[in-house]
C-alpha cells in the first residue's frame, strides 16, 4: 500500500477502483437466466448441484428447520441479532414517508399517497463468509414498509441445510418464506417464477459478479436495489485523528474481498506514515491476513492532501460506500458532502456500527454509485402514486393551459376530453 500525493493516474486508478465489469461474462448468465424462465425447478436443481454440489429435492426451506435454528445458534449471537434487529425497526420507521395533499390552485388538489410493494426477494450470498447481518438489513426495510410477501434465496451449504443462524435472523426479521437457492439462477427464479418461488416485484441484497450481472439483466422486468461491487471505505483524516483506529478501519474493509478498496485522505504527512506502520505491523496477525493484503495491495491507498477542502472533493468524486470523517469538528465538512453511501462522524464512530447495530441499513451503493443512488431504506419497498381531483373551478382553471398545450402537440383528442367537461353555463 502507498503513500502518494494525488496525481492523475492514481486518482484515475482509484476513481475506476473495484468496479465489476459484468460484461465478460453476460452471455453464460444470460444463458442461465433463460434456462430458469424457461424451465423452472429443473434448471434450478440441475445449477444448485453443479455450482454449489448439492443435490436438492425440495427448494423451499420447511418451517420446522427455521423454528429449530433458533435451539442451535448461541445464545449470545441470538441475542445480539434480536437487539440489532431492535434498532434497525427503530431507524427504518422514521424513514416512513407521510400522505399529502396541496391545493395547487383553485380547485384543483393534487397529492401523493403510500403504497408498499406487494411482493418482495431478498437475496442473501454464502461464500466467504455467512451474514445474518445483510439478512436483517434485507427483509426488515420491507417488513415495515408493509410489503405483503418477503422471501429470500440463499445458496445451501454442503449438507443440502441452510445455516441456522441465517434461517434465525431471517425469522427473527419477519420472512416468509426461504429457498435453497443462489447465484444468477436465484435472481431469475425470483424475477420470473417457478413451481417453487413466486415471481417479486423487486430484488434486494448483496451477491457475487454471477448474482450482479443477473440483476442488471433482468432490470426492467423487476426492480432492483442497484448494481452492487466489492465494499469499500473512504476516510478524511487530520493530524490530531488516532492513527490505530484509522488503520483497523481500513483492515476491516479489506477483510471482505481481495477487490474491497480502502483509501485514507488526510492533510498530514506524519498521520500517514504512522497509519502505514500501524498496518504493516499488524495485518500479519489479522485473521483474513492474506485478503486484507491482497486487498490494500491492489485498491488500498493512503493520499496526502493540501488541505481539507481538497480531501472533502476527492471524496465528492470518489463518491465512497463509506464514508469516515475523522477530524476535530467533522460537522464541518459534512456540509459540503455530496456523494457517499454511509457516513461516520468522529473518531468513536467506526464503519463496523452500520455494519452491525446502529440501525442504519449496510446495503449500500458502491463503485461510484453513490452519485446516482442512496442505501436501502424502507422507501426502497414503496411506491407513491400521485392522486388529483378537480372541480368545476378548477376545470376551469386549467382549461387555457390542457387544451392549448395538447392541440399544439396535435393530440386533439385529450383537448376534446377536457373541453367536454368544461361547463356550458
Known sequence: MEIVELGET?????????????????????????????????????????????????????????????????????????????????????????????????????????????????????????YPSSVLMTIIPAKIAGVGKIICCTPPMPDGSVNEVVLAAADIAGVDEIYKVGGAQAIAAMTYGTESIPEVDKIVG???IFVTAAKKLVYGDV??????????????????????????DMMAQAEHDPDAASVLVTTSIELAHEVHDKISGKIKYMERSKIIEESLEKYGKIIIVDSLVDAVDFSNEYAPEHLIIMIEDPEKVLKDIKNAGSIFLGELTPVAAGD????????????????????????????????????????????????????????????ESFKKRISKD
Open 10 to 130: 492514481d486518482k484515475n486508478r482509484l476513481l475506476e477502483r473495484s468496479k465489476i465489469d459484468a460484461e465478460n461474462i453476460m452471455n453464460v448468465v444470460s444463458d442461465i437466466v433463460h434456462d430458469v424462465k424457461n424451465n423452472g425447478d429443473k434448471s434450478l436443481k440441475l445449477y444448485t448441484e453443479k455450482f454449489d454440489k448439492v443435490k436438492i429435492d425440495d427448494l423451499k426451506v420447511k418451517r420446522d428447520e427455521i423454528n429449530k435454528s433458533h435451539e442451535k445458534v448461541e445464545k449470545n449471537v441470538l441475542e445480539s441479532l434480536k437487539k440489532a434487529a431492535k434498532n434497525i425497526k427503530k431507524f427504518h420507521q422514521a424513514q416512513i414517508p407521510e400522505e399529502w395533499s396541496n391545493e395547487v390552485d383553485k380547485g384543483i388538489t393534487a397529492g401523493q399517497i403510500i403504497r408498499p410493494l406487494e411482493t418482495v426477494g431478498c437475496y442473501i450470498p454464502g461464500g466467504r463468509a455467512v
Open 223 to 248: 426492480d432492483i436495489d442497484f448494481p452492487a461491487g466489492p465494499s469499500e471505505v473512504l476516510i478524511i483524516a487530520d493530524k490530531g485523528a488516532n492513527a490505530e483506529f484509522i488503520a483497523y
Open 206 to 208: 448483496p451477491g457475487n
Open 356 to 415: 452491525y447495530g446502529s440501525g442504519t441499513n449496510h446495503v449500500l451503493p458502491t463503485s461510484k454509485n453513490a452519485k446516482m443512488y442512496s442505501g436501502l431504506s424502507t422507501e426502497s419497498f414503496i411506491k407513491k402514486p400521485t392522486v388529483q381531483r378537480l372541480s368545476k373551478e378548477g376545470i376551469e382553471n386549467l382549461k387555457d393551459i390542457v387544451v392549448t398545450l395538447a392541440e399544439y402537440e396535435g393530440l386533439y383528442a385529450h383537448a
